[in-house]
């Protein structure tokens, strides 16, 4: 099993609809986060987590929420989805961020489409 | 926020070593450089990090100029399956969870 896993991981939808994604990890992280990918360019960071009541904005945070409700679980939610919306998410987990070997670990992604 | 530049895309032969350079002028004293690889549309994979010194694994050396400013990540013996995108960034304890992933460079390895 994954170690990171997201749902679902394709989903299609129509504009105005409120849609939840969903971040599962059994690797015992404190650190959680949810990126953006576009087709062709890198991920950016929507929002990240540190601990259960700890939330932060990323750097394309607006249209976004999250809930951290356990330490293993982190959920994005689209209030009311928009076509430019459409992308692939990732949840990504870190023991430590960035220093020493706290490298990011990633789920397999989360392909939405708003119509 | 520490901002990394790599080169869009790169070509190597099968077999010979792919060398990957990334620029992070901006890089501060206590910011790892990280190296990720994200094969088709799947999650970003972990390769390889470092502060100062060069480092290898089982994967990759990465190698980090004197003065930290830019980095090479470097693939010994390059296969098919390496082509992939491959993304540097930074990222330390001062700007914690603010680290830029880049477009990356999409390294293609022909045969």
């Known amino acids: 099993d994954a170690d990171v896993t997201q749902t679902p991981r394709n989903r299609i939808t129509k504009t105005g609809k409120r849609i939840m994604l969903e971040c599962s990890q059994t690797?015992?992280?404190?650190?959680m986060y949810w990126y953006r990918q576009d087709p062709g360019l890198g991920l950016r960071l929507i929002y990240y987590?540190?601990?259960?009541?700890?939330?932060n904005k990323g750097e394309i945070s607006d249209g976004y929420s999250v809930s951290r409700q356990a330490q293993a679980k982190f959920s994005l939610s689209l209030e009311s989805a928009i076509p430019n919306q459409t992308a692939l998410y990732f949840c990504?987990?870190?023991?430590?961020?960035?220093?020493?070997?706290?490298?990011?670990?990633f789920g397999e992604g989360s392909r939405l489409t708003v119509l | 926020d520490a901002k990394t530049t790599q080169p869009p895309s790169m070509d190597c032969a099968e077999g010979r070593a792919a060398n990957l350079p990334c620029n992070h002028s901006?890089?501060?004293?206590?910011?790892?450089v990280y190296w990720y690889r994200q094969i088709h549309s799947q999650g970003p994979q972990y390769i390889i990090h470092?502060?100062?010194n060069n480092e290898t694994n089982e994967m990759a050396s990465l190698i980090i100029t004197e003065d930290r400013k830019s980095s090479t990540l470097i693939l010994p013996h390059a296969t098919l399956r390496d082509t992939a995108v491959y993304y540097c960034?930074?990222?330390?304890?001062?700007?914690?969870?603010?680290?830029?992933f880049g477009d990356g460079t999409t390294l293609t390895v022909k045969p």
């Open positions: 990504a987990t870190s023991d430590l961020e960035f220093a020493g070997t706290g490298e990011l670990f």
């Open positions: 690797k015992g992280h404190d650190r």
């Open positions: 987590s540190f601990d259960v009541k700890d939330i």
């Open positions: 901006t890089i501060s004293g206590n910011e790892y």
């Open positions: 470092g502060l100062k």
């Open positions: 960034i930074v990222g330390g304890d001062t700007n914690a969870g603010k680290s830029t």
